[in-house]
């Protein structure tokens, strides 16, 4: 086993802190490609629903249909984000308890 290896297996703290950082990496990453997925959809989605045909400026119907469909987009993914974010503390704070 190299220096590293026996390092981390000798150190309790640097192992949590290392899955730690796994797990937050992971979750931006899931985050990410649902902020992808879901971004992509709302905006065929909300293409094909808020514009009739395509034009050089945007009416106010139009332009109202996009502020609403970017409002709910970002309150979704507060919504998402603040849910992950309360089972990552509940899930730190079982395993805190745990040891």
Not at 59 to 71: A, G, I, K, L, P
Request: aromatic residues 8%.
């Amino acid at each position: 086993m190299d220096s590293q290896a026996q390092a981390l297996a000798a150190d309790p703290h640097l192992q949590q802190f290392i899955e730690v950082e796994s797990q937050k990496q992971k979750f931006q990453q899931l985050v990410h490609g649902l902020t992808e997925l879901c971004w992509h959809s709302l905006t065929e989605l909300y293409w094909d629903k808020c514009m009739d045909k395509p034009g050089p400026r945007l009416d106010s119907r139009t332009e109202t249909c996009f502020v609403n469909c970017v409002e709910r987009f970002i309150d979704t993914s507060q919504f998402i984000l603040n849910r992950l974010e309360q089972t990552q503390k509940s899930k730190l704070s079982s395993e805190s308890l745990s040891d």
